[in-house]
């Protein structure tokens, strides 16, 4: 009874280690498959999914129906520049009521320091305290819809006593061109109209400058007219800021040294 028990046993585990090897093996040669499959089938698998997928999102849609101006760029037929009239809707200036100032936060106070100012644009504080006001628009040329003129001066206003309202009121310099910019340097007096950038010669305490003025700077007319002034404390370099020429074009900053 033992001897047929120890064969069948034999037998028995013969049998199970020739199934193992046989089962490893097929496992290294599906491994081997697999590794071969991830390293060289699925590049070419996703690449060619992603492609169809990127194909498709670009494929216009034939049938797709979209308002008049509306729609994919290439689809659109917008009329030339300036074939249609412009529009615009400016706001009404109506100005303070007599009396009637901006609220200020507390410990503070505001009051009317001067008016009757054509479009001012900008202030600038003298080294002895004159304060300078730009008047200037943008005229333009050519448009009977748009009529206005600049008044294109600098008005000059002193407070002697310091009480806040200027006692003295002067025309400090005019003939210029869409003025926007000042920038004091030395004995220099430096303004930055839209077509260039012009100097005068100044006296500390002056309030009015009629000599004529030395430009030393072209720049290119048109768009924003706006051209910015900013000196460094030591007085060597004259930031210039110009304003772009038209929404598609950029602005531009030019550093001039003395």
């Known amino acids: 009874m033992t001897l047929p028990c120890r064969r069948c046993f034999v037998v028995y585990c013969l049998a199970t280690k020739s199934?193992?090897?046989?089962?490893?093996?097929?496992r290294g040669r599906i491994s081997i498959m697999l590794s071969h499959w991830l390293r060289y089938v699925a590049p070419i698998v996703v690449a060619a999914f992603v492609s169809s997928c990127a194909a498709t999102l670009e494929a216009p849609v034939v049938n797709a129906r979209y308002a008049p101006g509306t729609g994919p760029s290439e689809q659109l037929?917008?009329?030339a520049p300036f074939a249609t009239p412009s529009a615009?809707?400016?706001?009404?200036?109506?100005?303070?009521?007599?009396?009637?100032?901006?609220?200020?936060?507390?410990?503070?106070?505001?009051?009317?320091?001067?008016?009757?100012?054509a479009n001012p644009r900008q202030a600038y504080v003298l080294p002895n305290g004159d304060i300078l006001v730009v008047e200037s628009i943008r005229e333009w040329i050519g448009r009977p819809d748009r009529?206005?003129?600049?008044a294109n001066r600098i008005t000059l206003f002193?407070?002697?006593?310091?009480?806040?309202?200027?006692?003295?009121?002067e025309t400090f310099l005019t003939g210029l061109n869409m003025?926007?910019?000042?920038?004091?340097?030395?004995?220099w007096f430096y303004v930055g109209n839209t077509d260039g950038v012009v100097r005068y010669p100044y006296r500390t305490?002056?309030?009015k400058i009629d000599?004529?003025?030395?430009?030393?700077?072209?720049?290119?007319?048109?768009?924003?007219?706006t051209r910015n002034l900013l000196a460094d404390p030591a007085g060597r370099t004259r930031w210039l800021l110009v304003s772009s020429l038209a929404v598609s074009q950029r602005s531009w900053i030019f550093s001039l040294r003395l």
Do not use: Y
């Open 19 to 26: 199934t193992a090897k046989t089962a490893a093996a097929k």
């Open 77 to 79: 037929q917008l009329p």
């Open 88 to 117: 615009r809707n400016n706001s009404k200036v109506i100005g303070w009521p007599k009396g009637k100032t901006p609220t200020a936060a507390p410990g503070f106070e505001v009051s009317l320091f001067a008016e009757n100012l």
């Open 147 to 150: 009529p206005d003129k600049s």
């Open 158 to 169: 002193r407070d002697t006593n310091g009480d806040g309202k200027p006692d003295l009121r």
């Open 179 to 187: 003025p926007d910019g000042m920038a004091l340097v030395g004995n």
């Open 205 to 207: 305490g002056q309030t």
């Open 211 to 225: 000599g004529k003025g030395e430009k030393i700077l072209d720049l290119p007319a048109g768009g924003h007219h």
